[in-house]
């Protein structure tokens, strides 16, 4: 089945840029998603680009697509101490009846 | 708009008890699932439904129950609870052209 794979930890200093990353195993998805959960809530969803797109740009959010390598990756700029949070790489493919794959989330801890 | 709500927040049982999580949407999705959220492990589908009165298997779903007699409620029931069902347990919905999820709150449940 589908897998999707991250890092567990990120420790960076505010102000410095931040960078998450993913690998997934389905060539067929065709969105794929970064969620943020801060601590005690829910998933929420942070951005996401279309698999035919390489870079897509959100103001402090780059996010980065390398489908011949099926890698993915998150960039936030000028971190700050707001962005302590974990990330969830997910994918979804129109085979797999619109299940969302999540990754095991990437804990990113900002320090002063 | 409450969104996707969620009871109770926190749950302890003992090993055997039963108890279902609610979950309720305002949002008219017709597509619900339930995750349970543990450390390393990313979010995995337990259940998921495509519309009322239709429910399907997910990756884990053994010790657990659906229905769903309504667009708005999406019950998952633990049938006789076990250690291995401590975990954070969110509800999601999915809508919008993005395929985008709706998470809510969670629920913390520890069986002892």
């Known amino acids: 089945g589908e897998d999707v794979e991250q890092s567990l930890f990120l420790s960076v200093r505010e102000g410095d840029s931040s960078v998450i990353n993913c690998t997934y195993t389905d060539s067929s998805s065709t969105y794929l998603y970064w969620y943020k959960q801060e601590p005690g809530a829910g998933l929420q969803l942070l951005t996401y680009?279309?698999?035919?797109?390489d870079m897509k740009q959100d103001q402090r959010l780059t996010v980065l697509l390398n489908k011949k390598d099926k890698h993915l990756s998150l960039r936030i700029a000028d971190t700050q101490t707001g962005d302590s949070a974990i990330y969830f790489c997910?994918?979804?493919?129109?085979?797999?009846?619109?299940?969302?794959?999540f990754g095991t989330g990437t804990q990113l801890k900002v320090e002063l | 708009n409450a969104g996707v709500t969620q009871t109770p927040k926190f749950q302890v049982l003992k090993t055997g008890q039963s108890m279902t999580l609610q979950c309720a949407q305002d949002?008219?999705?017709?597509?619900m699932s339930w995750y349970r959220q543990d450390p390393g492990m990313g979010l995995r589908l337990i259940h998921y439904?495509?519309?009322?009165?239709?429910?399907d298997q997910g990756e884990v779903p053994n010790g657990y129950n659906v229905s769903r007699s309504t667009t708005e409620d999406f019950p998952l029931r633990l049938l006789s609870a076990a250690p291995s069902q401590t975990s954070v347990y969110f509800c999601?919905?999915?809508?919008?052209?993005?395929?985008?999820?709706?998470f809510g709150p969670g629920t913390r449940l520890t069986v002892t």
């Open positions: 439904s495509v519309g009322a009165g239709i429910t």
């Open positions: 999601a919905t999915m809508g919008g052209a993005l395929y985008e999820q709706y």
């Open positions: 680009i279309f698999s035919n797109m």
């Open positions: 997910a994918e979804i493919s129109p085979g797999g009846g619109n299940k969302l794959t």
């Open positions: 949002m008219n999705h017709e597509y």
